[in-house]
């Protein structure tokens, strides 16, 4: 686990994402966000879309500010959902965290204010999982 100022600001930088989410449709807003391995927090919110299957989730935003900004490790990651059921990735997002993470990473769940309601190592999520190493 980062150091408690460092996970602070994670959880406030997904919190604040989350104000930004354009779920329309489900009206279920996601905020998300990831320490790298410089200490930098990325975060990103989800982005829906009419036609259902394009929507992208709040992870993947995140990885998505990580990778341009440089950020090659994730060391640990925030969801915050919008009440008070741990909002845990969905398949496809635990697979988008294990390209660069570590089987250890970190996976905070916060619920509406920020309180933390649910941590998982990125092995419990996703055991026995495929990743870089099996492409040699
Ligand atoms: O961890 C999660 C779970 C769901 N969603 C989004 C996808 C969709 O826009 C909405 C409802 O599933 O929430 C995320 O962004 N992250
Ligand atoms: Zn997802």
């Known amino acids: 686990m980062p150091p408690s100022a460092d996970l602070s600001a994670a959880i406030a930088a997904a919190i604040d994402a989350r104000g930004s989410a354009y779920a329309p449709y489900s009206g279920f807003q996601?905020?998300?966000?990831?320490?790298?391995?410089?200490?930098?927090?990325?975060?990103?919110?989800?982005v829906e879309n009419a036609a259902y299957p394009e929507g992208t989730c709040a992870e993947a935003g995140a990885i998505a500010a990580m990778i341009r900004a440089?950020?090659?490790r994730i060391v640990a990651a925030?969801?915050?959902g919008p009440?008070?059921?741990?909002?845990?990735?969905?398949?496809?997002?635990?697979?988008?965290?294990?390209?660069?993470?570590q089987a250890d990473l970190?996976?905070?769940?916060?619920?509406?204010?920020?309180?933390?309601?649910?941590?998982?190592?990125?092995?419990?999520?996703?055991?026995?999982?495929?990743?870089?190493?099996?492409?040699?």
């Open 30 to 46: 996601v905020g998300a966000s990831v320490i790298d391995e410089h200490g930098r927090v990325h975060s990103g919110c989800n």
């Open 70 to 72: 440089g950020g090659r």
């Open 78 to 80: 925030v969801v915050a």
């Open 83 to 101: 009440d008070a059921t741990p909002c845990t990735p969905c398949g496809g997002c635990r697979q988008k965290l294990r390209e660069f993470g």
């Open 106 to 136: 970190p996976v905070v769940i916060v619920g509406i204010a920020g309180d933390r309601l649910l941590t998982r190592s990125l092995a419990e999520l996703l055991p026995d999982s495929f990743g870089p190493g099996h492409l040699g």
